[in-house]
Each structure stands twice: as C-alpha cells, then as structure tokens.
C-alpha cells in the first residue's frame, strides 16, 4: 500500500492516501475505515519515515512466504543471495536488541523464524521421534529387535538402528536419546555382532 507520489496509476491516489493518514493523525478518520484501511496493510507512517530498502527486503521475504509457506530462507539461497543475507542480518539485529518494535511486529506478523537452529533441532527429533516409534510398533509386533535386512520395507528402519548403535558407542548420542532407547529396551549389540563375539 505504499503509493508513490508520481505513479502512472491513477496520479490522485498519493495524495488520497496522504489525506487518510492526516485525518487518523487528527483523530478524524472513522473506526470503519480505519479498520478496512488496516486491513488492506496501509502504514500509518508517513511515507518518508520508511526505509526503502528495508521495505524492499520485507516485501522479498513476503513474496518467499507467499511462494513457499514459510520465511526459512536458507544461507546462500541461490534464488536471491541478498534476501539471505538480509534474513540473518534481521537474526542479528534482534538478538542486539537493535531492531525497532514495528518491524520486529511486521516481522513475526509473516512468521518470521528468528531461532533457525532450534527449529531444525526440533524438527529433527521429531524425524527421530518418528523412527523410534516404527521400531517400538516393529517391535511390540514381532516380539523381537531382529529387523530384517533383506525385506525392502525394513530396510531404512534397519539402517537407522544400527546408526543409534554407533552414535551411541560413538558417544555422539544425546543423554535424552539413550534414556528414550534404554525406556524401550533398546538392544545396543545386535545379533550378528553378538554372534561374532561368540
């Protein structure tokens, strides 16, 4: 909503939009267009107090979310370097307290992710969460941890225990993964190496 004052459009509607802003300054401007002004995104400001190339960035970020669901942009998006660049350095300015409560609050509005690595954390235990719960049903269904490794369908669950087993001799296996693995009984040998050691 931010008209430019020459606009091949329809030249009045800059200074329309300034008279708006004006009579909500003056506490002249009706609650119903207030609110239908706001609901379109019409910023209150006026248009000099703007950063231009902030709002540009912004405006980037929105048409990503659009596209995409989420405002992840990924370090060194090919697509557009300078919108990643942009994201971290709104990352950055937050955690310094540096960055305004307006754009902070557009910011969110779009959902905005400010902790990345605590969001890809979560998302990878629940992957993991996942994985443990097919081997628990695996389990509880055929009585045993012998998961097959030459049925198609086990396979992956296959290779994901036997990487808990060596993440954990490893020692590369979080405090909180062992326990849930030790709650479900968990075997950390299998059976061809128990059989080895035989």
């Not at 995104?41 to 989420?70: C, I, N, T, V, Y």
């Not at 937050?94 to 902790?115: A, C, M, P, Q």
Request: some cysteine; overall charge positive; aromatic content about 10%.
């Amino acid at each position: 909503c931010r008209v430019p004052v020459v606009w091949a459009g329809t030249r009045s509607l800059s200074g329309w939009v300034k008279r708006q802003r004006r009579l909500q300054q003056q506490g002249m401007l009706s609650q119903d267009r207030w609110r239908r002004l706001n609901t379109l995104g019409l910023e209150w400001k006026k248009a000099g107090s703007l950063d231009p190339r902030w709002e540009r960035s912004f405006l980037r970020l929105r048409e990503f979310h659009h596209r995409l669901g989420h405002c992840d942009v990924p370090p060194g998006w090919a697509e557009n370097v300078q919108l990643s660049k942009w994201v971290v350095k709104m990352r950055r300015l937050n955690r310094k307290g540096s960055l305004s409560g307006e754009k902070l609050h557009r910011l969110n509005e779009i959902g905005f992710v400010w902790d990345v690595k605590g969001k890809r954390e979560a998302e990878q235990d629940a992957v993991w969460s996942k994985w443990l719960a097919k081997l628990h049903t695996f389990h509880q269904q055929h009585g045993h941890w012998r998961v097959p490794t030459d049925q198609r369908r086990f396979h992956s669950l296959r290779v994901w225990m036997d990487n808990q087993r060596i993440s954990y001799h490893h020692g590369w296996l979080s405090a909180e993964r062992i326990r849930r693995l030790v709650e479900v009984k968990f075997p950390w040998v299998s059976d061809t190496q128990r059989a080895r050691a035989k």
